[in-house]
């Protein structure tokens, strides 16, 4: 195995389980989620949703979208968790 497909599966399975953190932690998760965004809970569930499915994706033919779908998904998160602060 090469370094980069390792790299992917560390990468996924890093992703994976900060998403499904989201459903065993969420009270941590509603004290990041900026106090502008309304229904905090279902907000991090989603990107919990999101931090499961998408990396998901980086394992099929379909690994370049979804790495540009990574970036922009974290860019994002990255944003709106730094407009609150």
Do not use: C
């Amino acid at each position: 195995m090469d370094i980069t497909k390792l790299l992917i599966y560390v990468y996924v399975v890093f992703f994976i389980s900060a998403g499904v953190n989201h459903f065993l932690n969420p009270q941590f998760y509603d004290a990041i989620v900026p106090d502008f965004i309304p229904f905090p809970r279902l907000v991090h569930q989603i990107t919990g949703a999101i931090e499961i499915i998408l990396p998901l994706i980086l394992l099929t033919r379909f690994r370049k979208e979804a790495a540009l779908l990574m970036i922009i998904f974290l860019v994002m998160v990255r944003v709106l968790i730094q407009t609150d602060g």
